[in-house]
């Protein structure tokens, strides 16, 4: 049955979607607000930071995947009724042998047996009351386009470097597939809402089929403690931003307070995708990494998954297990067994391993008879044409090295394609000198890990194998370099699958190793998959996310944005939108006024490609620094020569050039510099250098100022010239540790100036020059967009605790965009900064026609008497 609210989704996409009925919803929600319980959908309830208390106090946990972790089977009674089970193999029941016994676990997902609609009401309220687990009914035509479709069509192949060049290779972009993933995720939203309790609940989502369900929750609950992992590869830039829907993905799992992933590349090629198309940058602190997205951290995880030791322990030691190993050995004896174990997909490599095998023996012929490898093959999770061609050329290959080098009871290729039970593979694991795991491609991988533990065996096992229980255990990994799981095994034997020669040399190094090499190499990769399992990981997990959200509380969040674009702004609860009635109203009713504004980025867009002033903000300058309450500033990081030329009809304005540097206080005055004249020389020392990072990053430019050296980065490649940047500026300091200057990376530039030199001098030097002519400010007007600005804030916040401002002074500190900031106020673009400084030009204007009228009737009044 599907959600009543799959044909809303929350603007998230046009076109037309498939209909489907929309039965009556019966299924039981968890009463999460007070009064009389509703059938609430999210058509009929606006985006809010959470609902009223939850009326359930205990911790808890909702784990969202593809797959509940159950097991489904029709009663043999005849009855029209199921029987569920636990499933033991998923991952998402394992990791909770890593949370607290006291979290309570709610699961959220598809079942694996389609149920009838007539049975699904009944079917959830058991889930529910037996299991705790929420199903996802999900229509068959639906279920299609969403996994086979969109998930296995376009981000799986993809997310392992496939790219759709020819309609063979993948498909091209299908726009309703797009339509039923977000239709999915959006009816897995629906199921998280009837059992969240938003102010206290953890929701914790998995891998690439839910990637947008972070923005329908977030939307939903702005405070949400939301974690995503990504069980899959996540690839370079390069491939990513092939993906029609790039952009939207990125932005809904920015949505989350924690993402996950198993390597150091998967996050990176993340991190790059997020600086190359949003335009933003990671710092790491004290460990963590984070990236700032409009207010909220999102924290980075990096941890591979690990296995659960218990189950594979308990497996190897049930009797069954145990036959199959005796016949195993009996099987293979005089044999020296090689092991691979994967699905039978395309990026499993399975057809290279049997080339480096056909290789292994063509090049030690003395091997004939005495080495097998037995190949599992599971069946594939997809589906199409690609997965029958690899299959038809697996088969191909193992039948052609079993008719060259096969003998009379020996197959140097032994194939299994029929499904293995897991005792069965523990079995062969058991019995295997050497395990290859050379996929192309891939995420993860726990067969390596698997394969350790039950090499370490037990009392048992190793008696049947006729080993001493005093000797070390011994094992042997050859393990392609693209698979996951290859950083965190430093014992393997590391290849590149697609040198077939490569592959077969390490399989011989693998097997005539000596054994104390063998079990050295175990005795490291047991201590890790040992104490790095998958409760130690859901545990780290867990508890950075609980990290990750402490600060929601503190922070004021509101949603802006439409559809996939939609994101939350976490900021200071003081933090308000300055509002033009409010700065008039105060504006009017003070006497002594000053007004410091910055220039790039707040009178004019940074990204604009004329930096002329427009025309009707220089009149505006000149209207209020007419006004003789007004003491008018403009504060720049231009050079001196340009500012005077672009201002020269606003007579009174005062201008700092060059952050600060230079001063003026009028069109007539001199300029003055802020500190003494120093020298230069050091120039001499940066330029060539800047220079040197010029020429070998196209796009950048050095712009030279009297104080100042300004290297900019703005046209070049973000990621490369990023990375300049921080080299440039570790550069940069090293040769002037002895000179009086500083060096401070900005918004695409890299810049070097005097020591001391910053637009707080400016908003001193104001307060000083006006309270020496006892005027103290009791209006303050200071608006800037960048970081060299906060300098000016910071002064003003020091300034009301002081004596430069009147006692009851309104302070207006003032940043464009909705951003972390200094400032107490915000606009949204330049184009609100001009209203506002309009509305403040009126209201001079009205004041001095009231003056000019008061001393005109004064006079008639006089003339009369």
């Excluded at 037309?16 to 509703?38: A, I, Q, W």
């Excluded at 990513?240 to 990125?250: A, G, I």
């Excluded at 057809?351 to 003395?366: C, G, Y």
Aim: charged share 25%.
């Amino acid at each position: 049955m599907v959600s009543r609210s799959y044909g809303n989704l929350l603007e998230l996409a046009s076109g037309d979607f498939p209909t489907f009925p929309r039965g009556e919803k019966r299924f039981p929600r968890v009463k999460t607000v007070t009064g009389v319980l509703s059938e609430l959908d999210d058509e009929n309830t606006n985006s809010v930071s959470s609902d009223a208390p939850s009326s359930i106090a205990q911790d808890r946990i909702i784990i969202v995947g593809n797959q509940l972790p159950l097991r489904a089977n029709r009663k043999s009674d005849g009855d029209r009724g199921w029987y569920f089970s636990w499933d033991e193999d998923s991952l998402v029941l394992q990791l909770k042998d890593g949370l607290r016994e006291d979290l309570e676990v709610v699961y959220v997902g598809c079942l694996k047996e389609e149920i009838p609609p007539s049975e699904q009401d009944s079917v959830a309220q058991t889930l529910l009351e037996n299991f705790k687990c929420v199903p996802a009914f999900l229509p068959p035509e639906l279920f299609s386009k969403f996994y086979h479709g969109f998930c296995k069509q376009h981000l799986w192949p993809l997310f392992h470097y496939m790219l759709p060049l020819s309609p063979d290779l993948g498909g091209r972009f299908d726009r309703s597939l797009w339509q039923a993933y977000l239709s999915v995720n959006k009816i897995f939203a629906d199921k998280v809402m009837e059992v969240i309790s938003p102010d206290d609940d953890y929701v914790w989502v998995h891998d690439y089929h839910l990637m947008v369900l972070p923005t329908f929750l977030r939307k939903r609950f702005n405070r949400v403690k939301l974690g995503f992992f990504l069980h899959s590869p996540f690839p370079s830039s390069e491939i990513y931003r092939t993906l029609p829907v790039r952009v939207e993905l990125l932005r809904a799992l920015l949505n989350s307070d924690l993402i996950g992933f198993h390597t150091f590349d998967y996050a990176r090629h993340f991190l790059s995708c997020c600086s190359r198309m949003l335009g933003l940058s990671y710092q790491s602190k004290r460990g963590y990494i984070g990236l700032e997205y409009y207010g909220r951290t999102v924290s980075i995880k990096i941890l591979p998954v690990g296995i659960h030791m218990g189950q594979i322990q308990s497996v190897m030691n049930l009797p069954v297990t145990e036959s199959r190993v005796m016949e195993l050995r009996d099987q293979f004896k005089g044999q020296t067994v090689m092991l691979g174990v994967d699905d039978m997909d395309i990026f499993k490599g399975i057809s290279l391993k049997l080339l480096a095998m056909e290789q292994l023996l063509i090049q030690h012929p003395e091997m004939k008879g005495k080495v097998v490898l037995v190949q599992v093959a599971n069946p594939a999770r997809g589906r199409g044409k690609d997965v029958e061609e690899v299959r038809s050329e697996t088969f191909a290959a193992a039948k052609r090295i079993n008719e060259t080098f096969g003998q009379p009871g020996y197959k140097p290729v032994v194939l299994i394609d029929d499904p293995l039970q897991f005792y069965e593979r523990i079995a062969y694991y058991v019995i295997a000198e050497c395990c290859l795991v050379t996929a192309v491609r891939d995420g993860m991988n726990l067969i390596p890990y698997e394969y350790v533990i039950c090499r370490q065996g037990n009392e048992k096992l190793n008696g049947i194998l006729g080993l001493d229980l005093s000797v070390p255990k011994r094992s042997m990994l050859v393990v392609s370099e693209f698979v996951g799981c290859s950083p965190s095994l430093s014992g393997a034997v590391r290849v590149n699958p697609w040198n077939i020669d490569a592959v077969a040399e390490a399989m011989d190094s693998a097997l005539n190793n000596s054994n104390s090499e063998k079990q050295l190499r175990h005795e490291k990769h047991y201590r890790y998959v040992s104490t790095h399992d998958v409760g130690y990981w859901a545990h780290s997990f867990v508890q950075d996310l609980e990290r990750a959200c402490r600060e929601h509380v503190r922070r004021r969040c509101w949603g802006i944005g439409f559809g996939l674009g939609f994101r939350v702004i976490a900021l200071d609860p003081s933090f308000r939108k300055l509002r033009v009635e409010h700065i008039v109203s105060a504006y009017k009713r003070t006497e002594n006024r000053a007004i410091l504004l910055d220039y790039d980025g707040t009178m004019m867009l940074q990204s604009s490609v004329s930096t002329n002033p427009d025309t009707e903000a220089v009149r505006v300058l000149d209207i209020l620094c007419r006004d003789p309450k007004n003491v008018v500033f403009l504060v720049s990081g231009k050079d001196r020569k340009k500012l005077t030329e672009w201002f020269s009809s606003c007579e009174d304005l005062r201008i700092a050039a060059e952050h600060g540097y230079f001063v003026r206080e009028n069109n007539e005055a001199e300029w003055e510099t802020c500190k003494p004249q120093s020298s230069f020389d050091w120039k001499q020392i940066v330029e060539p250098v800047m220079q040197l990072y010029t020429e070998t990053t196209d796009g950048s430019y050095i712009e030279s100022k009297e104080s100042a050296l300004v290297w900019h980065h703005r046209d070049a490649d973000r990621d490369f010239a990023s990375c300049q940047a921080k080299e440039l500026v570790d550069h940069l300091e090293s040769v002037l540790i002895n000179e009086p200057v500083s060096v401070k990376s900005g918004q695409h530039i890299v810049e070097v100036k005097p020591q001391g030199i910053n637009k707080g001098l400016v908003a001193e030097r104001l307060f000083a020059t006006m309270q020496n002519k006892g005027m103290l400010p009791d209006f303050v007007l200071c608006i800037g967009d960048d970081r060299s600005d906060e300098d000016m804030f910071e002064v003003l916040l020091k300034a009301r605790t002081g004596t430069p401002l009147a006692q009851v002074a309104e302070i207006f500190a003032c940043t464009v965009g909705q951003k972390p900031s200094k400032a107490k106020y915000y606009v949204e673009d330049t184009s609100e900064i001009l209203r506002i400084l309009q509305g403040l030009a009126s209201a001079s204007e009205q004041a001095s026609r009231n003056t000019s009228h008061a001393t005109a009737t004064k006079q008639c009044v006089a003339i009369n008497a």
